[in-house]
C-alpha cells in the first residue's frame, strides 16, 4: 500500500510531490505516484463546533445559558472544503501510513490532527519537520522522517490553546454583548492588544504640550569646526537663552575635557517573523498581515526563503553550510552579486554567537534565503526579499567601525557637549548603503522613539572625511543658534510599534519568573499577532488613520466595561502571560494541559458572574448618531471615521464615560491604573458583526434584506451594516459577515448577494495579496463566518 502524505497548501503539497514523485498524475485534490499519494489541508478543514451544536438553545444568545462549558469539545468541518476533507478521507483508506507535512509548528500540528480526529484516522503518523521547502531539504526531511509521537506534548499545547480561546471568548463576548445589548467582542489576547490602545489614547489625551529651548554653539579649533549643544538644566524662557547665547557668541573658550575611542557597531539580528513585519511596516507601510501574506509567497510559492512563521533571530550548527551555499547563489545574481563578492564566508561560522546560537532556537531558525535563484517576483515581494538578503548579507561582513570623539567645551562659564563619530570603515553598512534596493537609511537603525528629533538633538555628529582636534588649542566660539522646541505626546502606535510592544509586553509584568518567562513568548505568537491587529479593524475597535492605528469610540467603552466588571485581568498581560507560559511548559511535556483546561473553565465562569452583576450602559451609548444637520455622503463619512475626528473623541469620551458609570468606576477612566501592555490573537474566540453596533433608531429602521443567509442551519437573511452585509439572527449567535472594503476593493450589496448566494461575484479585477492586479472573482471561503478570498482567473 502507499504513503499519504497530508500537506497544509496545495503549494506545499505540489512542492513536495514534485520531489518525492516527480511524475505523479495529477488528481483533483491530489497527485498520486508510485508510493505515495500526495494531498492538503486548504487551512483549517476542521474547527471546533459552534455552541448550537451542542443544544439548539444557543442559537439565541440569553444570559441564563451561560457559562457554556462542553465537556468535550465537538469538531465540525469547514462547509466549503469539505469536499476536500472527503477526499482525504477516501485516501486514506488506500494508504497504511500517513505523513504529516503541514507547517512545523504548533499550529499546522492542530489543523494535521483536527482533521485525522475528525476523520477517526488510525494508520500509523510519521512527521515531516522541515524550515524550507527546497528540494535538498525535503529529501533530507523524508529520509529523517520522525515518529509524530514525538510531537504529541506539541499537539496538546496546541488543542488546549484552541479550546481555551473558544471558552473565553465565547462567554465573555456573550456575556458582555447581552448584558449591554450591543456586539462586544472578547478575547483572550486581543483584549489586552486593545487596551494597549487604549493606554495609548488616554496618555496622548492628557498630554499637555510645554516649551523649551536649545542652545546649540559654532566652535572653530585651528581649522577644525564642530557644534555642542549647551548642557545643563532646561531653558524654559527664550530670555533666558538669547542671555547665555549674547554672551558666548563670539568669546573664546577651552576644551575642557577630550576623550577619543573606537567603537565597532554589529550587523542587526537576523530576521524572525515580527522583526520583519516591524520593518517593513516603517520601511514600506506594509501591514503585518500584507508582510506575512508576501513572506508566505516567497516561503510555499517562489521557495526562495526558509520557514517565516519563526520567533528566533538565530541559527543552529547544521544551518550554517547552508547559508554559505544561499551566498554562493547571490554572488550570481543582480543586484546583489557585487556585495556578495565582496563578502566574507570565514565571518559565519559555529563559533559567532550573534549568528549561531543553537539554545535561542526551538522550532524554527531565523529567516533566511534559500540557495534557489528568484523567478518572476511581485513589486512588494521584491522588496521583502531585498531585506531578507540584505539582512543575511550583512552578516558576511565585518563590523563597522568609528573612531568616537567626546568634547566638553566651555565657553563664558556655559559647558558645550559634542560627540563625533568618524566612520573609520563602513564595514556590513555598505550592504545596506547601496542603491539597488537597499534601504536607503545608511544602517540607521529605525528607533521609532526617537523619530522626529533633531539629528544633533544631543550634539552628536557623524563624519566620514576624518577629524582631528588638538586638546590644547584655543576655540573660538564662531555664533550661538537657539532653537525653540515644544515637549511632543507620545506617537500613537503603528502595526509595526504595536507588534514590537505585543513581543516585549513582558518588560511592563512585575512578576519576575512570568517577565522572564514573557522574554521568550511575548503576547501571542509570531504567526497570529498579525491576525489580532486584523480583528481589532473587523469589530470596530481600533481604526487606521495614515500609518497609525488608534483605538475608536467603541474600543475605548469595551476596554472601560471589561474592566469595570471586574475582570481586568482579561486586558492584562498577565493572563496572556501565563497562558503562554503554561501553554510552552505543555509543549516540552512540564505541564498538565488537563489542569490548565480546569482553570480556564474555573475563569470562564467567573467572567460570567462578574459581568452579570454590572449595570447596563444606557440606550444608544455605542451609537454615532448624526449631528447638526449632517446627512448623505458627509454624514456617512463621519461616523464611519468617528475615530479620527474631533466628534469621535467625544463619541469616545460619552462613550468611556457611560461605561465607566455602568462598571460602577467612579468619573472616567483616569482611575484606572495605565498598563504599557500589547498582546496577540484570540483564535476562534471572537464574534464578528459589519455594524458594530445596535440602538433603538436601528431597530426602527429595518435594512431590506439582501439575500438568505449561506450560514447552514441558520435561517436569517442578509442585511446591509455600516461596515459590512452581516445576518439578521446575529442575536442569536450567527457571525456571519462580509466587510464591505477587501483587498482595496469596495464590496457592494449586490456583490454580498452574489456571494451568499452562488459562492462568488461575477468576474473583476482583483487587487491580489502581493499588490498585483489580475482579473479573477472573490469567492466565499467559508460560510460559516464570511470569510472570503481572491480567486485569479
Known amino acids: ?158 488543542r488546549a490553546r484552541s479550546q481555551a480561546d473558544w471558552l473565553i471568548g465565547m462567554n465573555a463576548s456573550r456575556a458582555f454583548t447581552i448584558r449591554h445589548r450591543t456586539l462586544l467582542s472578547a478575547g483572550r489576547v486581543q483584549t489586552p492588544v486593545l487596551a494597549l490602545l487604549y493606554e495609548r489614547h488616554k496618555e496622548i489625551e492628557a498630554f499637555r504640550p510645554e516649551t523649551y529651548y536649545t542652545v546649540h554653539g559654532r566652535f572653530l579649533s585651528g581649522n577644525t569646526a564642530y557644534r555642542g549643544i549647551r548642557t545643563g538644566e532646561r531653558l524654559t524662557s527664550r530670555e533666558a537663552a538669547e542671555a547665555i547665547a549674547g554672551k558666548a557668541a563670539g568669546r573664546t573658550g577651552r576644551i575642557a575635557e577630550y576623550d577619543v575611542s573606537e567603537q565597532k557597531e554589529y550587523p542587526y539580528r537576523l530576521y524572525d517573523l515580527t522583526l520583519l513585519q516591524r520593518e517593513a511596516n516603517a520601511k514600506y507601510g506594509f501591514s503585518a498581515k500584507k508582510t506575512l501574506d508576501l513572506a508566505q509567497s516567497l516561503y510555499e510559492r517562489h521557495q526562495v526563503i526558509t520557514y517565516p512563521r519563526t520567533s528566533s533571530r538565530y541559527v543552529t550548527e547544521e544551518n550554517i553550510p547552508y547559508m554559505h551555499k544561499a551566498l554562493a547563489m547571490l554572488r550570481d545574481l543582480a543586484p546583489y552579486d557585487r556585495v556578495a563578492a565582496g563578502s566574507d564566508m570565514r565571518l559565519v561560522h559555529r563559533g559567532n554567537k550573534a549568528v549561531c546560537n543553537p539554545a535561542k532556537v526551538e522550532d524554527h531558525h531565523a529567516i533566511l534565503p534559500t540557495p534557489k535563484k528568484p523567478g518572476s517576483l511581485t513589486p512588494d515581494e521584491r522588496k521583502l526579499y531585498d531585506m531578507i538578503v540584505r539582512r543575511f548579507l550583512s552578516h558576511y561582513y565585518p563590523p563597522a567601525v568609528y573612531r568616537v570623539h567626546e568634547i566638553v567645551t566651555e565657553a563664558a562659564d556655559e559647558t558645550f557637549k559634542t560627540t563625533v563619530k568618524e566612520q573609520l570603515d563602513a564595514g556590513w553598512k555598505a550592504v545596506l548603503e547601496t542603491d539597488d534596493g537597499g534601504n536607503g537609511k545608511k544602517g540607521r537603525r529605525g528607533k521609532s522613539d526617537r523619530d522626529g528629533e533633531d539629528g544633533d538633538e544631543d550634539g552628536t555628529q557623524i563624519v566620514t572625511g576624518g577629524f582631528t582636534l588638538d586638546p590644547d588649542a584655543p576655540v573660538l566660539c564662531e555664533g550661538v543658534n537657539i532653537a525653540e522646541k515644544t515637549t511632543k505626546p507620545p506617537k500613537p502606535y503603528t502595526e509595526g510599534t504595536l507588534l514590537k510592544a505585543m513581543e516585549s509586553a513582558g518588560r511592563m509584568i512585575e512578576d519576575e519568573d512570568l517577565r522572564e518567562a514573557m522574554k521568550e513568548t511575548g503576547l501571542g505568537t509570531p504567526a497570529t499577532r498579525a491576525a489580532t491587529i486584523e480583528r481589532l479593524k473587523q469589530v470596530g475597535y481600533a481604526a487606521l488613520r495614515g500609518r497609525a492605528i488608534e483605538i475608536t469610540p467603541k474600543g475605548v467603552a469595551a476596554v472601560e466595561l471589561i474592566r469595570g466588571a471586574g475582570v481586568e485581568l482579561l486586558t492584562s498581560p498577565e493572563m496572556t502571560g501565563r497562558w503562554e507560559q503554561r501553554l510552552h511548559q505543555i509543549s516540552r511535556g512540564e505541564a498538565s494541559d488537563e489542569q490548565f483546561m480546569d482553570n480556564v473553565r474555573r475563569f470562564a465562569v467567573k467572567i460570567v458572574e462578574l459581568v452579570r452583576m454590572q449595570r447596563p450602559v444606557p440606550p444608544g451609548t455605542f451609537a454615532e448618531p448624526e449631528r447638526g444637520g449632517r446627512s448623505g455622503k458627509q454624514g456617512r463619512a463621519r461616523r464611519t471615521q468617528a475615530a479620527e475626528t474631533v466628534a469621535g473623541k467625544k463619541s469616545a469620551r460619552r462613550a468611556a464615560k457611560a461605561a465607566a458609570d455602568a462598571a460602577g468606576v467612579p468619573g472616567s477612566s483616569t482611575a484606572v491604573k495605565t498598563a504599557k501592555i500589547a498582546s496577540g490573537p484570540s483564535g476562534s474566540n471572537t464574534v464578528g458583526q459589519p455594524a458594530g453596533s445596535v440602538s433603538a433608531g436601528d431597530k426602527a429602521r429595518q435594512p431590506a434584506a439582501i439575500a438568505p443567509c449561506p450560514r447552514p442551519g441558520c435561517g436569517g437573511t442578509l442585511i446591509e451594516g455600516k461596515r459590512g452585509y452581516g445576518c439578521s439572527r446575529y442575536r442569536e449567535g450567527c457571525r456571519f459577515v462580509i466587510w464591505k472594503q477587501y483587498a482595496g476593493k469596495r464590496i457592494t450589496a449586490a456583490m454580498a448577494a452574489s456571494l451568499a448566494t452562488s459562492g462568488k461575484t461575477r468576474p473583476l479585477v482583483l487587487t491580489l495579496p502581493e499588490g498585483t492586479k489580475a482579473k479573477g472573482r472573490l469567492r466565499l471561503v467559508d460560510p460559516a463566518t464570511g470569510e472570503i478570498a481572491p480567486e485569479p482567473e
Open 1 to 158: 500500500m502507499k504513503t499519504l502524505v497530508i500537506a497544509e497548501k496545495p503549494d506545499m503539497g505540489r512542492t513536495i510531490a514534485r520531489v518525492i514523485e516527480p511524475g505523479a498524475a495529477r488528481r483533483q485534490g491530489y497527485l498520486e505516484g508510485e508510493s505515495y499519494i500526495i494531498t492538503w489541508a486548504i487551512g483549517h478543514l476542521v474547527s471546533l463546533a459552534e455552541p448550537e451544536s451542542y443544544d439548539a438553545k444557543y442559537k439565541k444568545w440569553r444570559d441564563e445559558d451561560l457559562p457554556i462549558l462542553p465537556a468535550a469539545f465537538k469538531l465540525q468541518p469547514n462547509p466549503k472544503t469539505k469536499d476536500q476533507l472527503k477526499i482525504i478521507a477516501e485516501l486514506a483508506k488506500r494508504c497504511d501510513r500517513i505523513v504529516n507535512a503541514c507547517d512545523a509548528g504548533r499550529e499546522g500540528q492542530l489543523i494535521f490532527h483536527l482533521i485525522r480526529e475528525y476523520l477517526k484516522l488510525n494508520l500509523p503518523v510519521d512527521r515531516l519537520w522541515i524550515s524550507d521547502l527546497t528540494p535538498e531539504t525535503i529529501r533530507r526531511g523524508f529520509a529523517e522522517l520522525r515518529s509524530d509521537r514525538e510531537f504529541d506534548a506539541l499537539t496538546r499545547a496546541a
